[in-house]
């Protein structure tokens, strides 16, 4: 089991950059595959990027490709979500998920474990 403690988000202006972080317990964080969603209010949430337990492979989604990176260390048992061009758009609570073997799933119903989330709001 492990669990989830999104940090990093806050208010930018249209253009800005953020980096999310999120830190992870247990000893067996480098197993899981891990993945950033993301809720608006009044919308369902949805996939933003994925990466597979050893950082070999990345995915995302068509919304933010090109304008983020997902990237981890296991080392220090946390997985980031930089951000950049950032967008009004991008308004939403994110999460971070694990999943031992999700395969970069974009269905929040392949992760079993999830944190509480991070507010990041984009200011046009």
């Known amino acids: 089991q492990v669990q989830l403690v999104e940090s990093g988000g806050g208010l930018v202006q249209a253009g800005g950059s953020l980096r999310l972080s999120c830190a992870a317990s247990?000893?067996?964080?480098?197993?899981?595959?891990m993945g950033w969603f993301r809720q608006a209010p009044g919308k369902e949430r949805e996939f933003v990027a994925a990466i597979s337990w050893g950082g070999g492979r990345t995915y995302y989604a068509d919304s933010v490709k090109g304008r983020s990176t997902i990237s981890r260390d296991n080392a220090k048992n946390t997985v980031y979500l930089q951000m950049n061009s950032l967008k009004a758009e991008d308004t939403a609570v994110y999460y971070c998920?694990?999943?031992?073997?999700?395969?970069?799933?974009?269905?929040?119903?392949?992760?079993?474990?999830w944190g509480q989330g991070t507010q990041v709001t984009v200011s046009s």
């Open positions: 247990g000893r067996t964080f480098s197993s899981y595959d």
């Open positions: 998920a694990a999943e031992p073997t999700s395969y970069g799933s974009r269905r929040p119903g392949a992760y079993d474990y």
